[in-house]
């Protein structure tokens, strides 16, 4: 399993040795080095206004405070980040159904196993629904997790109606007793608009069988798109109210600052879990402690 630590190493080395200085103890908090850091937040993708705050603070700080450096800034990013502690698989309904949105090749279908893995493991009888018709292999490629994974796959044949595939997908859950259902969808259309009709389409579907479905709708964000990723989730918000993100591929990304950048444009839909690595283990709750500590803790990679 890949940590926090290891997987935030490269966000942590854009933050680099401005930041390192900065947030060691007993490191004097000058003009230049003030500077530094700026830059350094910057290109990790934390937002402007959030780095301009992160500067007043430090400055306020080296005038009227006893707090280190470190503490300072450790405490206004714990302030913007904003934490849900209701498990996100506790459901009022059953079966639950989660909508899985996103664009193509962000991990949809990955982080769908991911998550189908994490939910048997707490004892839930979880199913999976391949609404993907738009690729033969999409198609596959969920079919092959949920044999690995012994988790029963409900989808249909390549070019059929991804709508009906979901409404089977949910007929399914009902008839055999599941309380939990993920249903990947394709990320790719002809157009934006076509894909979002899809969606849309595949909503009603789904009411059909339960008016309360789809009982979440989570968007799948790959972190080192940055910027982009915030752009394409508010596209979908606008068509498919979103309920929840989540973050793949933090361990490729420099950028993982981005998450202050969704939670401040996005305040209403939390980042519930964080993907940091291929394997089905490194999909994992998100961990604000761990999150911080990866960003700013000086030390070795091989760490935690
Ligand atoms: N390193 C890393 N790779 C990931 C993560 N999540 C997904 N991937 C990889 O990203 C690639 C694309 O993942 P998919 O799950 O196929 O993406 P998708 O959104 O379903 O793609 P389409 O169906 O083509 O739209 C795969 O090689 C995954 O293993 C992650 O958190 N970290
Ligand atoms: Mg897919």
Partial sequence: MVSWFKALSKTRSVLGSALQGMVSD???????????LEVALLKADLPPRLVAELVMDLEENQLHGDST?????????KRNLKLSDKDPFDFDHSPACVLMLGVNGAGKTTTCAKLAWRAKKQGRNVMLGAADTFRAAGTEQLRMWGETLDVPVVSGRQGSD???VAYDALDAAHARGADLLFIDTAGRMH??????????????????????APHA???????????????????????VPLSGLILTKLDGSSRAGFLFNIQKEMPG??????????????LVPF?????LDGLLKAGDDDEG
């Fill in 162 to 164: 991804a709508s009906a």
């Fill in 217 to 239: 709708t989570w968007m799948v964000l790959d972190a080192s798109l940055g910027q982009n990723s915030l752009n394409q989730a508010r596209i979908f918000h606008q068509s």
């Fill in 269 to 282: 839909v939390p980042v519930l879990f964080s993907g940091l690595g291929e394997a089905k283990e490194d």
């Fill in 69 to 77: 450096p470190a503490d300072v800034l450790k405490e206004s990013l």
């Fill in 26 to 36: 007993g490191v004097e908090v000058d003009e230049r080095s003030l500077e530094e």
């Fill in 191 to 212: 157009t934006k608009d076509h894909l979002m009709d899809e969606l849309e389409k595949m909503v009603r579907a789904l009411k059909k069988r339960d008016e309360n």
């Fill in 287 to 291: 961990d604000a402690k761990a999150f």
